[in-house]
Every structure is written in C-alpha cells, then in structure tokens.
C-alpha cells in the first residue's frame, strides 16, 4: 500500500483545539476542491508515492505524539484511512483535515477528524456534502473559513439547520480568510449574533511568513 505525498514536517499545530502543540504533518498530493484562498497549491499535483512503511517510520521519528494528515484532500487517496488505522495502532493521537466534500464514514472513529466546510467566497460551497455534518463523533471539530459578511451567514445557518445532529460540545470553529477579513470585524460579528463559537487565528501565519513551506 502506498500514498502520493506532498511533504512530512515537524512544526507547531496552527489550528483547530490543538493549536499550539508540536504536531507531524502529513500532507498528501491532491484536491478535488480549487478553494479561491487555497495557500497549498503546489499540493494539487507534487508529490512522491510512497509506502505506508516508510511514512510511519518517518513519522516515528520525529517522537511526537500528535499527528495531522492533510492535503489537498486526503480523502480522495484510497488507503489514506489505512495509514490513519496504523497509526492509531501506535497509540498516536490522529488529526484528518478534509474538506467536507468526502466521505467521513470510511475514517475509524478514533481520529479526529477537522472538517473544514466551504463558505461561498470559496466559490465551492456546491461541493460540501452536508451529509458529513449528520456523522461527526465525538471529539470531531468543525471549521469555516470566512472571507466576508455573506460567509458568516452561510456559517450561521449551516449550524443553525445542523447542530442538533452534532455529538455535545463539538468544536466550532471561525477562522478569517488570511490578509482578506480583519479579525476584529469577525470577531465583532460573533459577538454582536452571540454565537458559541471559537475564533481561530493560523497561528503558523502568525508565527511564519504566511508563504512558507514546511511550517
């Protein structure tokens, strides 16, 4: 079994309620989705097949017990949920990004998987499978990246329309499309509708130039 990916780094988890913890990322060559902000396009077609054997030996030694795999997409790779198993089995604690489009239900429960639903400015909101928001386990988070007022309302009715399927205390985040909404004004936003949401800043944006690879 083997997996085309991108690239395999050490840095600091930049989002979702890990933000902050060392972390090991994976992240797999391609995407179905061509978001307008997307900041890793060079993921849509670089990369390296690679056996699941030597992706969990590069990973075991960076000694972390975090793991993110993300993309692109990972969910479009077939054996992406095999290396998510195996690493489980390593007594890792497994984060998946995916972009709302695939089918979580082929991922074990055990990871946690951040599913970043698409708001209009992304011009894929036509590609979400809402369905996806009906099958969250618990300690699975739930992201939308807003870039203008229309997005936070599209965000605002999704949960609206969907919550009650959602397990308790699911994480909800709201995280500003980098350089394009002032933090402050979807802070504001929040505030005003009394939302129990998180606003989430890229802290790997913050701490690094935004263009940087490998952080």
Request: hydrophobic content about 35%; charged content about 25%.
């Given at each position: 079994m083997s997996l085309k990916v991108n690239e395999i780094f050490y840095s600091l988890?930049?989002?979702?309620?890990?933000?902050?913890?060392?972390c090991v990322f994976i992240r797999?060559?391609?995407?179905?989705l061509r978001c307008s902000y997307c900041d890793t396009r060079y993921a849509y077609e670089e990369g390296t097949d690679t056996n699941l054997d030597l992706i969990i030996d590069?990973?075991?030694?960076?000694?972390?017990?975090?793991?993110?795999?993300?993309?692109?997409e990972p969910l479009i790779q077939e054996d992406t949920p095999q290396l998510?198993?195996?690493l489980l089995e390593r007594n890792v604690k497994v984060l998946l990004e995916t972009n709302g489009s695939q089918n979580i239900q082929r991922v074990d429960d055990r990871c946690i998987k951040v599913v970043d639903m698409k708001c209009p400015s992304s011009g894929m909101e036509a590609r979400n499978d809402l369905e996806n928001l009906k099958k969250?386990?618990?300690?699975?988070?739930?992201?939308?990246v807003v870039g203008n007022r229309i997005d936070f309302e599209f965000a605002r009715e999704v949960l609206d329309d969907y919550h009650q399927f959602f397990p308790e205390k699911t994480p909800v985040h709201f995280s500003p499309v980098f350089g394009k909404l002032e933090p402050k004004l979807l802070a504001q936003w929040i505030l005003e509708e009394h939302l129990e949401v998180r606003l989430?800043?890229?802290?790997h944006k913050i701490l690094w130039d935004p263009n940087q690879r490998g952080v």
């Amino acid at each position: 079994m083997s997996l085309k990916v991108n690239e395999i780094f050490y840095s600091l988890q930049g989002e979702s309620s890990y933000a902050g913890r060392p972390c090991v990322f994976i992240r797999l060559t391609g995407c179905n989705l061509r978001c307008s902000y997307c900041d890793t396009r060079y993921a849509y077609e670089e990369g390296t097949d690679t056996n699941l054997d030597l992706i969990i030996d590069q990973v075991s030694s960076y000694r972390c017990p975090l793991v993110e795999i993300t993309g692109g997409e990972p969910l479009i790779q077939e054996d992406t949920p095999q290396l998510i198993r195996r690493l489980l089995e390593r007594n890792v604690k497994v984060l998946l990004e995916t972009n709302g489009s695939q089918n979580i239900q082929r991922v074990d429960d055990r990871c946690i998987k951040v599913v970043d639903m698409k708001c209009p400015s992304s011009g894929m909101e036509a590609r979400n499978d809402l369905e996806n928001l009906k099958k969250l386990s618990s300690g699975d988070e739930l992201k939308f990246v807003v870039g203008n007022r229309i997005d936070f309302e599209f965000a605002r009715e999704v949960l609206d329309d969907y919550h009650q399927f959602f397990p308790e205390k699911t994480p909800v985040h709201f995280s500003p499309v980098f350089g394009k909404l002032e933090p402050k004004l979807l802070a504001q936003w929040i505030l005003e509708e009394h939302l129990e949401v998180r606003l989430q800043l890229p802290l790997h944006k913050i701490l690094w130039d935004p263009n940087q690879r490998g952080v």
